[in-house]
C-alpha cells in the first residue's frame, strides 16, 4: 500500500518514493506541482507587493477558469492568503491573475457619478470615502503612486471619462503575472501524481499489479483548502483499509 503523500515541505519527509514505484509497475503520472501555495512576483510588481506586507483585504481573485472570492494577504514573497491559495490549484507557470480589489462595486461607475456630483474632488477622497468597502489606507497611497500618480492631485472634472474608466477596470481587475510560486518549501498539496484511471475507487487497487493499492495525496486527487485533502487520504485510506 503506497501512502508517501506527495512532494510539499520536503523537511517533513517528503520525496517522490510513490511516483517511482508506481512508475516500475506502469502507471501513468500526471505532472506534479506545487499547489495551495502562495505566489511570488519580480520587478516592480513584487516592490510594491512586499511594501504592503501584512495588509489584507477581501478580494475576488481569478483567472479564466476559476474565481474565488476570499481575504488576500500580501506578504514579504508576494501574494498569499485563501483567494491565492486557491487560485494556485488553478495557475499555471506564465499565465495571468485577476485580483478584484474592491468586489463589492464598480469602481468606473463610482468615479464617473462622483465627476458629475463633485467634479472638485481627487479619486483618492472618492475610494477612500468608498466607506463600506475602502480599500486600506497604505494600499491606497501605494495604488495611487503605481496607478494614478501623474493625475493624484487634478480634480476629477479635468480627467477624461475614459482614464477613470481605465482605472475602475483595473481596480476591479488588476491583472498581475505571478513569476512563480513559493514552490513545495511551503505548498500545502502537490498537484498531480498517479493517473486515477488506473486503480480502482472501490479498493485503491491498482489496475496494472494485484496487490499494489495507492491512497490519499500520491493519487492524482488535489482538494481545495477546508479539509478536503484531509478528506481524501482518510477515505482512501479507510476503503482500501477495508479490503486489505
Ligand atoms: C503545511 C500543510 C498544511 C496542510 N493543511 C491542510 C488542511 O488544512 N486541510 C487539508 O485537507 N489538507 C491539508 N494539507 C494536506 C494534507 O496534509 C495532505 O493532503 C494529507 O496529509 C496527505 O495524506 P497522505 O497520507 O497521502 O500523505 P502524508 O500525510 O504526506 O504522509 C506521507 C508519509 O510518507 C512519508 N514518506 C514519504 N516518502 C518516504 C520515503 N521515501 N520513505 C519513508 N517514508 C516516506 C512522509 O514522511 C509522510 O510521513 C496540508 C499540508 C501541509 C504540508
Redesign the pocket.
Known amino acids: 500500500m503506497v501512502?508517501?503523500?506527495?512532494l510539499?515541505?520536503p523537511t517533513?519527509?517528503?520525496?517522490g518514493?510513490g511516483y517511482e514505484l508506481a512508475q516500475q509497475f506502469g502507471h501513468t503520472l500526471i505532472a506534479t506541482d506545487a499547489s495551495l501555495v502562495p505566489f511570488t512576483f519580480t520587478d516592480k510588481t513584487g516592490e510594491l507587493i512586499r511594501s504592503l506586507a501584512g495588509i489584507s483585504l477581501p478580494v475576488i481573485a481569478s483567472n479564466e477558469r476559476i474565481s474565488f472570492k476570499l481575504p488576500m494577504l500580501f506578504t514579504h514573497r508576494g501574494l498569499s492568503g485563501p483567494a491565492m491559495l486557491q487560485l494556485s490549484n488553478y495557475w499555471h507557470t506564465g499565465e495571468s491573475i485577476s485580483i478584484n480589489l474592491l468586489p463589492e462595486v464598480d469602481v468606473t461607475d463610482i468615479l464617473l457619478a462622483r465627476k458629475k456630483l463633485h467634479p472638485r474632488q481627487l479619486i483618492r477622497t472618492v475610494l477612500a470615502e468608498n466607506t463600506d468597502n475602502a480599500l486600506p489606507k497604505k494600499l491606497l497611497a501605494a495604488l495611487q503612486t503605481h496607478l494614478w500618480d501623474d493625475i493624484k492631485d487634478t480634480e476629477l472634472a479635468n480627467i477624461k471619462d475614459e482614464r477613470l474608466t481605465e482605472l475602475g477596470a483595473t481596480l476591479n481587475g488588476w491583472q498581475l503575472k505571478p513569476s512563480g510560486t513559493e514552490g513545495y518549501r511551503t505548498a500545502?498539496?502537490t498537484r498531480g501524481g498517479v493517473k486515477t484511471d488506473e486503480v480502482s475507487s472501490k479498493t485503491m487497487q491498482s489496475n496494472m499489479q494485484e496487490g499494489l493499492y495507492f491512497?490519499?495525496?500520491?493519487l492524482d486527487v488535489t482538494?481545495w483548502l477546508g479539509?478536503?485533502?484531509?478528506?481524501w487520504?482518510w477515505a482512501s485510506g479507510f476503503v482500501c483499509g477495508e479490503v486489505v
Open positions: 501512502a508517501t503523500g506527495g510539499s515541505i517533513m519527509g517528503a520525496s518514493l500545502e498539496v491512497i490519499g495525496e500520491v482538494g479539509g478536503y485533502n484531509f478528506q487520504a
